[in-house]
Structure formats: C-alpha cells, structure tokens
C-alpha cells in the first residue's frame, strides 16, 4: 500500500496541482489521497469556494502537491492571476489533475480551463468526482463525452479519465498509485 507521508516544506523533485471548479470536490480528494497519513490535517469546508489561496502538501521528499482554488462560482478575484503565473512559471510541475464533477460533466469553466492548460502546454489529467452521486446513465453518458472531448480536442491531456468518490474511496487508491507514477515514486519492474 502507498502511503503519503507530509512533512516540513522545501525544495521537492516533482510537483503536482488539483485544479477544477468550485465545490467539485478537490479537497476532499486530497484528503481522501492523504487517508493514510493521519497527521495531514486536509480543511474541507461545506461551503462551495471556501479555498481562497493556494495551499501545498508536501509529501516525504518526494513531491509537493498544490490544492488550488475553485474557479467559477465563487473563484477568488485574483484567481486568474494567481493560477496563470503558477502555471506557466512552475518548471517541475510534472502533472496537473482537473477535476470535473461526474454527475454534471464539463461545463464551460472547465472548457476554459482546458483551454489554458492546452495554451501553455502543460501536461494535465481529467478526474471525475463524485461518481457515487451519479446514476449510472447520468455517469455513463459524462464519461463518454468527456473521453469524446479528450481525444478529439485535446493534445495535452492523458487519454486514461479517473473516476474517483472521495465518500466511497472508489479509484483514490488508482490515482495515488498515478501520482506516484508521474512523480517518479513507484519504481517500475523489468519484465526481462
């Protein structure tokens, strides 16, 4: 089992960002990833938007991993500013996550925030949240447009979508494993 283990901030070899739109569940998800580590103390607020600024997480030595704020509904005034310069001026920024809330699907912020990460060629990941609220359908149908969008409409995003609950636990343990992966934390096995 992985665990993620947070210490004292500093220089790290990777860095990853949680990116998506306001009440989509990004911190829960990271406090979901961090269910190990019960010294991580991960804010999750019921109000929609509560993250204001950027907060990091780093893990052991191995990588640091940015809880962005919400966009949209609620998105802080200087998000643009805050969330653009972090982007294109973070050269070890291996992975960014955009969640997408699976019961709604994109929706034109997301869109727009496709658009900035296509823009600035930085390597990105789709995430659904929330799958246990989804009906089947309702999921279904999400999955296949945004798996349509991702290879029609996109070059810098990874072909896989995750599918994650952060109540259920379904998929966290898949997109732990990832990040490790991305971070250069899961050591890989020779087959020869």
């Not at 269910?35 to 929609?48: D, G, Y």
Request: net charge positive; with cysteine.
């Amino acid at each position: 089992m992985l665990s993620l283990v947070v210490t004292k901030r500093s220089e790290t070899c990777g860095w990853v960002c949680f990116i998506g739109r306001s009440n989509v569940g990004k911190s829960s998800l990271i406090r979901a990833l961090f269910s190990l580590s019960p010294e991580v103390e991960v804010r999750v607020s019921k109000t929609p938007g509560h993250t204001k600024k950027m907060n990091f997480f780093k893990v052991g030595k191995k990588f640091t991993l940015v809880d962005m704020p919400g966009y949209g509904y609620r998105a802080p005034q200087d998000f643009v500013e805050m969330v653009e310069a972090y982007l294109q001026e973070r050269h070890n920024l291996k992975r960014t996550f955009l969640l997408v809330d699976g019961v709604v699907g994109l929706q034109k912020t997301d869109h727009i925030a496709v658009d900035m990460l296509e823009e600035f060629g930085i390597p990105y990941v789709m995430v659904l949240t929330k799958i246990d609220r989804a009906s089947r359908g309702v999921l279904l149908k999400n999955v296949l447009a945004i798996q349509e969008f991702v290879n029609e409409k996109t070059q810098g995003c990874f072909p896989q979508l995750f599918l994650v609950s952060s109540l259920e636990f379904s998929g966290v343990h898949l997109l732990r494993c990832f990040v490790a992966h991305v971070t250069g934390n899961l050591p890989t096995v020779d087959a020869n």
